[in-house]
């Protein structure tokens, strides 16, 4: 066992294993981050930054999800500061498309809709975008409709890294970026996609759903992809 | 190659060039070649050759002399006489009088102007050129960039010959780090530490990457380097490898660059057959080579991570760091990334030593700057200064102030990243420190001037749609933050807005500056952040009178109030 290093979390003191994330130790230690991108068994992201926490001595605020721990680190998960950015992230996440919960197949299951009432986001203080978005069901089990997408890009990284078959990509840039599959083809007409739907369970929110789902019926398994991924894995 | 050859043609090209009666260098950078430079140079060939005067007169393409409003520029030595606007129709004239009878074209000269007295004959002695202090652009605009040998006429790669054969890459690094040199991208982190990081990570395979991703609106100090002084970045980049222990480089420049595309494909190919760059450089057990790694137009790809992500051949977005790139770079090996003009300093602080090179400057601050003088200014153009010189000497000798008699209002330094400093700060140090210390950045060297005419929020306005353009799209707060903020100035620019909103954007600023993934979301609010600070009446004016001060915005006068509806 290598050497175990001290840290400083919560104003609790832990001697940890190093290696591991602040993410990692963090919730060892029952403390619970929120996190929108992040899943176990997917590569890291590091991009809805509502995991960020404080160490002390940086004016930089860290992603819990991919800092290391380091010796010696004074980390804080929980503070008056990060209550009100993690509150804004998420509002702009909800000004940003066209989340209306009340018709989505995720409601009462969805993740963002979870960290709104986490964040105590009882109203949206800016302007919604209201932008334009497709809906694509062109596949004969699936759809995906862009005016929930948060662009967690947890659909392409599970297609690419458990699945293997990459039918998910980003295309464009800012807030005109739009998860495609394949080269921009209609995901019906996807010479990649296996039909796993794997992206399905990976979708934090009612982006990507199946055909059989109504209103508030569509029950998401994130847990499975980290299962998945955890049980391939080859003991030593 | 060896010391012997080196100094073989250093000797043969001096000898040639003091046997002539002229030099005449054509400015053949990217901005006098739009104006028509080439053509001026090939008519001063053939008239040359014509007259039988081609032994004794040579006429060459060089780098970006710096006047870039006044081109095509041309010079003539031995006299450091420069002659602005030299359309080929002025040609004839221009040799008969001036190469043929040695006689200066006084209406001609740079900076004349009709019914003013005239400017010094001397460049060197025009205020525009006196408080400049050239060394990274020592040989913009003095050699011909597509011929290797004139730069190491100008002692190029002697620096590479010292580092490989006299110094252990401990010793080289040894020498950067006494220098005091900062990145010139616009962070500026120590230069010498950064090499050291990258030299004692253990690794079977480490790289050297040049940014040339100069993105900034109004920026041009790398593309001038790079198309009028290729061989220094090459020289550069060779002993940062030595130094870290790399054997591969790439150099990232932007598809919008095509001049310095080729340039730098010429040196590469030059260096390559002069054995500077391959296998065994000087005879030592040193390899180094470099690849061009072309961009495809995205502002993000300057930032570290993202460039290396494009280097890579993905998608240019930026990851968080740790791991840095000294430690986990491109392929996931160590990485040394500078940028071009940092490069480009390398090569002098090697041959003059570290303690020239800190002799310059300010202590926290060594070294001359590049800069790009942009806007509502005389001189526009690129002129490099000693760092700790006064905003005002720049704007006001070097730039020679604000043209058509109107007043100053703000100086915009480091692109969108940066912020608008007043004229009650124009007697501010350029030095890292100072400039932050006003709410703005170095940058990469980029100086937009604005006068009276010019409104504040609109220019907020503008770089916050720059940035929501070049707005990856990765994070949140960059996302939809920036989005936000240009919606809501653009509210306030058209009379629309209201002080909740001005109340809004007070709050998305430092949300969108701590919260964002890169320096570009991160550095995103600082225009609005500094002209908030500065010209907070300007908003205040658009947002209750309903008016803008410079008069610039379009704002509709509001009908008769109709009450409540």
Redesign the interface.
Known sequence: MANLISITLDDKKLDVEPGQTVLEVARKAGVDIPVLCQLDGLS??????LC?VEVEGSP????AC???VADKQVIRTHSEKLAK?RR??VE??F??RNHICSVCVANNRCELQNLGYRMGMDHV???Y?TPECNVDASHKDFVIDHNRCV?CTRCVRTCDEVEGAHNW??M??????RIVSDLFQPWGESTTCTSCGKCVDACPVGAIWRKDAGQSQLAKRPGMISELVAKRKVKS | MNIQTLNEIKARVQARKSGLKHQVCVCAGAGCISSGALSVLEAAKKQVKDLGMDKEIEIIPVGCMGACNQGPLVKVDPTDTVYQKVGPERVPMLVERHLQNGSLVDDMLLFSEPGKPAPSKKAGELAFNAKQQKSVLSGCGTINPEDIEEYIAAEGYFALHKCLTQMSPEEVIGEVKHSNIRGRGGAGFPTGIKWEMVYKYVSNEKYVICNGDEGDPGAFMDRSVLEGDPHRILEGMAIAGYAVGASRGFIYVRAEYPLAIKRLEIAIKQARKAGLLGAKIFDTEFSFDIEIRIGAGAFVCGEETALIASVEGKRGTPRPRPPYPAQSGVYGKPTLLNNVETFANVPLILLKGGEWFSSIGTPKSTGTKVFALAGKIANTGLIEVPLGITLREIIFEIGGGIPGGKAFKAVQTGGPSGGCIPAQCLDTKVDYESLAAVGSIMGSGGMIVMDETSCMVSIARYFMEFCVDESCGKCIPCRVGTKQMHNLLSKICEGKGTLQDLALLEELAPYVKENSLCALGGSAPNPLLTTLRYFRDEYIAHIVEKRCPAGECKIAKPAASLGAH
């Open positions: 890291t992201w590091g991009a809805c930054r960020l930089r605020l860290f992603p991919t800092t290391p950015y804004m992230t702009l996440l000004a940003e203080r800016f302007p975008l662009m990509d980003v464009g840039r800012g807030h005109n970026s």
